[in-house]
């Protein structure tokens, strides 16, 4: 036994057990516009704090002090640190912009209110485990939703219609001039009316299995004003109707209980020279190369999310959101497409072409 081994693992776990808790505490900020109440003021104490959102002091004391000793707030000192209220917090630019800019790709606030919400779902996924049963998205805890929306969102609004449809061969000039796109598995909307937003000679749907997150997409699309130019409709990547000229996947792939499947009525939905984009996570072809922070958040988010809804449908290949561009190409390509290409990459995301 080697002891500084084993107090390092210890010290590990202490951290992941105050992470673990923390994440709430963030959601409780972000709820409660702490963050935001907080970014470009400079230090401030509790009692300030209170002036600016109107919580209850005694509890914005101790979330000043748990979010500072967790490393994301400042503490700034006060008059005698005993803690009585007059200790100051700041909250650095740095880390402002991930928790409450979400125009920014840096923006990581969605991601806890999504992790918070996978966990909620912690005694259904044991028995799973023992059962080998799948878990559908739509039985996760209702905030599951808007959690993923935000998470993906940011990156979706930076890079979607500036890198990632310009890089397509030919993709960017038809939708300019009018086109069909599918945005299947759209959830909420957020890409779907991105691409709504940017072509509006364009005729956009959003595809999607889940009742609730197309009611959601439907009202920002007439909140937004553009309710003339895009639809939202239940269905899956198997059954969609209709022929487009692009039909993109973002993020959805790999949650799918039958991915060649879907390609394959991809294919068949295509007019001639369309395109399949598909977005997914930026992973290695090797576990070994996962083997680092963002693996380990995706391969927990999969294990909870993306591998039980695969296994809640049909076929039910589970393909993992870690599964690499090798085993993506694979499917695509097993599926009839001619030309697959990596035509863009974010630090999370790949982005592929294929053709027929």
């Known amino acids: 036994m080697n002891e500084a081994k084993l107090m390092e693992f210890v010290g590990?776990?202490?951290?992941?057990?105050?992470?673990?808790?923390?994440?709430?505490?963030?959601?409780?900020?972000?709820?409660?516009?702490?963050y935001k109440a907080m970014a470009g003021q400079g230090p401030m104490t509790s009692a300030e704090l209170v002036s600016k959102t109107g919580c209850a002091e005694r509890y914005l004391r101790e979330w000043l002090s748990a979010q500072a000793a967790a490393?994301?707030?400042?503490?700034?000192?006060?008059?005698?640190?005993?803690?009585?209220?007059?200790?100051?917090?700041?909250?650095p630019d740095?880390?402002?912009?991930?928790?409450?800019?979400?125009?920014s790709p840096a923006c990581v606030i969605g991601g806890f209110q999504l992790a918070l919400a996978t966990v909620q779902s912690t005694e259904e996924l044991t028995q799973a485990f023992r059962t080998g049963a799948g878990f559908g998205w739509g039985e996760h805890d209702h905030e599951l939703f808007e959690?993923?929306?935000?998470f993906f969102g940011p990156s979706y609004t930076a890079f979607l219609t500036s890198t990632w449809i310009p890089a397509l061969d030919g993709v960017e000039a038809k939708l300019q001039s009018g086109a069909r796109i599918a945005d299947v598995g759209c959830g909420q909307g957020a890409s779907t009316l991105l691409l709504a937003a940017a072509y509006p000679n364009s005729a956009v749907i959003g595809f999607d299995p889940h009742p609730g997150s197309l009611d959601a997409a439907r009202k920002r699309a007439a909140d937004q004003g553009l309710a003339d130019r895009v639809s939202f409709e239940l269905g899956t990547a198997q059954d969609f109707q209709g022929s487009y000229d692009l039909v993109c996947f973002f993020d959805a792939l790999h949650d799918m209980g039958d991915p060649?499947?879907?390609?394959?009525?991809?294919?068949?939905?295509?007019?001639?020279?369309?395109?399949?984009?598909?977005?997914?996570?930026n992973a290695g072809d090797r576990l070994g190369d996962n083997l680092n922070p963002v693996?380990?958040?995706?391969?927990?988010?999969?294990?909870?999310?993306?591998?039980?809804?695969?296994?809640?449908?049909?076929?039910g290949t589970a393909l993992g959101a870690q599964a690499g561009e090798a085993r993506l190409r694979e499917v695509i390509e097993g599926a009839g497409f001619g030309s697959v290409r990596r035509v863009a990459e974010t630090p999370f995301n790949i982005v592929l072409e294929a053709r027929a």
């Not at 008059?79 to 100051?88: A, E, H, P």
């Not at 959690?147 to 935000?150: D, I, L, M, S, V």
């Open 12 to 34: 590990k776990s202490v951290t992941d057990i105050g992470a673990l808790v923390n994440g709430s505490l963030i959601v409780i900020g972000d709820k409660l516009g702490l």
């Open 71 to 91: 490393g994301y707030l400042v503490y700034e000192g006060g008059d005698n640190g005993d803690g009585g209220g007059r200790d100051r917090f700041s909250l």
């Open 94 to 103: 740095e880390h402002a912009i991930p928790l409450t800019d979400e125009t």
């Open 147 to 150: 959690g993923c929306e935000r």
């Open 260 to 281: 060649a499947g879907a390609c394959r009525h991809v294919l068949s939905a295509l007019a001639p020279g369309g395109t399949l984009m598909v977005v997914e996570p």
């Open 295 to 315: 693996g380990a958040a995706y391969y927990a988010f999969s294990t909870m999310l993306c591998t039980p809804n695969s296994l809640s449908q049909d076929v």
